[in-house]
């Protein structure tokens, strides 16, 4: 079908100005992907396979949501064939190991299980054996006993009084509570009309290719443990070097860790987990080298996010401008407090205000423990369900309102001249020009157009309706934070660049050897990336938060100028010429006004001169976050009589600011707005009510694959920040923030003249055939989307806010 509007063109994306004959700005192909296309990755799994030392780790797991350890008997599977030892708290210690977040001391997560059982999945012990399947059999043969305990599943029953409490010491289910009521006690008070909205934002799991994977290989002394050399995926290898010398009591320069390729990650692979720490734990104990590789099912468990429920009212005033908001949210942290349910007193907090004036805002948050699995971060850590939030209450305040969608945005965002902008809760916005974004993608959706068809169905009755949703969505990234670059130069002109970011698909490499070409003249396939080792790399912060390019670009960009002014002085010496009259041409040295290879020297010949004392260190601090935004246009058509969805199209306009390479960006665009339709069409992690995981397998887990999916539409604009010398801001999770509630409008969209105000996402066919109904069924023929909070918010008394956690 060809829709009005649709074109299987884009238009070409602004540029900033660059310097004639720069690379930057570009399109360079990945260099990256010859090795993966080619099967020549370096994944920990392929690592050392044929080493017969290395032992082969397989949990044992609670098949119980709640419960109690009465006892575990190991007897039996320690005498299987191959079996090296059956290991359990009592082997490996019952004491706290350290996190990557840890939201209270009073909720510690340990190796492995000690009294009680908290989640389906919480590791109780570990069998370690000779190869994997001799593990596998033996863990059938460990016998635990479990005393069930009643499960708290729902994260807003957890709130109710007399609900089972999951840690005494709290005193309740909640880890953290924060509100404003004292600043701000009722910002709707004046407002002419009042737009109320509940909603739900379901629990996703991360699904990386790869799950999480480690091999330890211990050092040892005379009986002592003395070093670790650590294998392992994650995001942030120096982080985890501090976190494994803490858990084994070793300085930070003995403990290696390297990240080889890393099979994706989207915040589930942040520093290190408990299941890790089980690992590292057991090579320790027993004095040999343990691997362990996850399976997809353990991964669906370790790997989880979202979870949260959103109360929001609007204030308007008569000329449909916001007046004030109130916000009351629930996280769920899942068991053991895990900060993914943090993010509900953190960064969606933070972001609650979006792109929007909003005069007064209160908002109170909890988070709290439930018998599912911890939460962690996917991919917007906060930021999509902030995101999710507000332009889901902003789409329903403009049909309150009786304004179209985009013209209510236009009428509350932040003015361009009112940038730098500060929020209610102290975030500090750089640029924007979020109406300049709007328009475009508008225009490129050819919304006029759209709607026409959309009326044209309306009137005829048609099975199939359209909808139109729009998302203008800001988001925070970087976090501030420093990061460290380093260049080395070989006597034949290679160059080699340290980086502490950690690519696991980004394309870093590719876009720092960019970043140094540009400034020596060597070409990209003369520059190679150095990263993910702890030993070679001095200091690094990882990725996550969508920090690489303005930290770590930033580092290597103002590493490569330092470069290029000590470069100039070698091919000055050689050209026997003044500093200031040497300039880079076309990879060559040459004297300023002299044409000729006669007067210039090759990047080689500088290199071969006095490659030792072109080195460079540089650490780059970055004052504060940078705020990307964009605006998201999806177009869906719905069975009104099935509720089926079916995506017809989905435009983008992303600004990242400056853009280094606009391939990278695409891709980052592209996966980024595919996991965000994922979430609002398909996917959704779900427990029973005995707290049993129903989709732990991409049978269940319905991840949406090629044939769900339309040719995204992606464009961007560019507005730089004045916070890094690039200018460039995150674009890593910036279209999974735009997306989402962009798709769940189009949804709503679609049935509004049926009276339907909104759809939980994931917006399943029963889902959308419910929520006709019951508007159908109700008085006026139009959907209530309203209902009052958790009494437990009346009572609620601030503990310590959140920071936001950079993932």
Known sequence: MTLPGSSTDSPSSSQPPVRAGSILGTEVRRVEDPDLLRGRGRFVDNLDQDDPNVLHAVFVRSPIAHAELGGIDVSAAAQEPGVVAVLTAEDLGSGPVPLFSQLDDDVPRTALAVDRVRYVGDPVALVVARTRREAVDAAELVDVDYRELEPVVDMEAALEEGAEVQFEVLGSNVV???????????????????ARLRMENNRVASSPIEGHVILVRPEVAGGELTGMDVLMGTQHPHLARTLIATLVALPRDAVRVRAPHVGGAFGGKAGINPEHSAIILAARHLGRPV??????????????????????????????????????????????????GSFSSGSTRTMSEGSYVIPQVRYDAVSVLTNTAPTGAFRGAGRPEAAAMIERAVDHAARVAGLAPEAFRRRNYIAPGDFPHETTFGARYDTGEYAV????????????ELRAEQERRRKSGAAWQLGIGIASYVEVTGFGGKEYAGIRVAEDGRVSVLSGTSAHGQGHATAYAMLVSDQIGAPVEQIDVVQSDTTVVRSGGGTGGARS?????????LAAVELREKAIEVAAELLEVATEDVEVVDGRYGVRGVPGEAASVSWEDVAAKAHEDLTVDHDFAQDGSTFPFGTHVSVVEVDVETGRVRLLRHVQVDDC??????????????????QGIGQALFEEFVYDEAGQPITSTFADYTMPTAADLVQLEATTTQTPTDRNPLGAKGIGESATVGSTPAVQNAVVDALAHLGVRHVHIPCTPERVWTAIKEAAASEGGVQDPWREPPAYFHTLQATEAVDDVEV
Not at 180 to 189: M, S, W
Not at 437 to 448: F, Q
Not at 549 to 557: C, E, K, R
């Open 176 to 194: 953290i509570g924060v509100t404003n009521g004292d600043e701000v006690p009722d910002p709707l008070e004046g407002a002419a009309t009042v």
């Open 291 to 340: 691997r362990w590789v996850e399976t997809r099912s353990e991964s669906m468990l370790s790997m989880s996010s979202r979870g949260q429920v959103q109360y929001v009212e609007i204030g308007l005033d008569d000329e449909g401008r916001i007046s004030g908001m109130r916000c009351r949210v629930v996280g769920d942290c899942g068991a053991y407090a895990g900060f993914g």
């Open 437 to 448: 974004a709007l328009d475009a993608a508008l225009a490129s959706a050819g919304v006029e």
């Open 549 to 557: 390019m303005q930290l770590g670009g930033s580092a290597v960009h």
């Open 657 to 674: 600011g400056t853009i280094i390479n606009p391939l990278l960006v695409r891709g980052q665009q592209h996966g980024g707005a595919v």
